[in-house]
T-cell receptor, first 118, second 113 residues
Framework: AQSVTQPDIHITVSEGASLELRCNYS??????LFWYVQSPGQGLQLLLK??????LVQGIKGFEAEFKRSQSSFNLRKPSVHWSDAAEYFC????????????????FGTGTLLAVQP | DGGITQSPKYLFRKEGQNVTLSCEQN?????MYWYRQDPGQGLRLIYY???????QKGDIAEGYSVSREKKESFPLTVTSAQKNPTAFYLC????????????FGNGTRLTVT
């Protein structure tokens, strides 16, 4: 079965420091992978997505993620964190269809809560 | 602007009462979804609908019901059979293509006492 693991429940970084949030997935084929961000009490906003091609994908707000098939990972990175980046981040994978390939039904990780210190 | 509207933002109910959460989208999306979010558990899929008048159970459908009579609307009813209904509920929509990302509403926080 497909699954997503975000091993870090909570991360604290200093403003201006670099950030890497980890995501590992379990999937039988090339997955569709997503990162979403959620501010408190709000819905989720798409940061970036990977379907195929270049394994380094750029997203909004200066975020990027790298797909590494050999490690089953899709880690999210940002070179310099801003205080406004404090939020919860979710990695997700497109669920496998019984007819083959991925679907637009997503399986989410449990999230990583990011705190930013001044 | 196109988007997804969930109402109300906060909802309070007494135990034993059914309650319906509203979700409306004007993105012309075919697919709609309901997720439940609990602290430390991420998002879990309750129900989803790929097309009008059709819907499927997700991973935690017990105690919930939905309808999809119109493309724009996908209301969720939390019934008295749901053992632990207090949660944050998120509605989403997407296009039909496999690579269509989900667009989320701002959620409804349901508290049942």
């Amino acid at each position: 079965a497909q699954s997503v693991t975000q091993p870090d429940i909570h991360i604290t970084v200093s403003e201006g420091a670099s950030l890497e949030l980890r995501c590992n997935y379990s999937y039988g084929a090339t997955p569709y992978l997503f990162w979403y961000v959620q501010s408190p009490g709000q819905g989720l906003q798409l940061l970036l997505k990977y379907f195929s091609g270049d394994t380094l994908v750029q997203g909004i707000k200066g975020f990027e993620a790298e797909f590494k098939r050999s490690q089953s990972s899709f880690n999210l990175r940002k070179p310099s964190v801003h205080w406004s980046d404090a939020a919860e981040y979710f990695c997700a994978v497109g669920a496998h269809s019984i007819y083959g390939g991925a679907t637009n039904k997503l399986i989410f990780g449990t999230g990583t809560l990011l705190a930013v210190q001044p | 602007d196109g988007g997804i509207t969930q109402s109300p933002k906060y909802l309070f109910r007494k135990e034993g009462q059914n309650v319906t959460l509203s979700c409306e989208q004007n993105l012309n999306h075919d697919a709609m979804y309901w997720y439940r979010q609990d602290p430390g558990q991420g998002l879990r899929l309750i129900y989803y609908s790929q097309i009008v008048n059709d819907f499927q159970k997700g991973d935690i459908a017990e105690g919930y019901s939905v309808s999809r009579e119109k493309k724009e609307s996908f209301p969720l009813t939390v019934t008295s059979a749901q053992k632990n209904p207090t949660a944050f509920y998120l509605c989403a929509s997407s296009g039909q293509l496999n690579n269509s990302p989900l667009h989320f509403g701002n959620g409804t926080r349901l508290t049942v006492t």
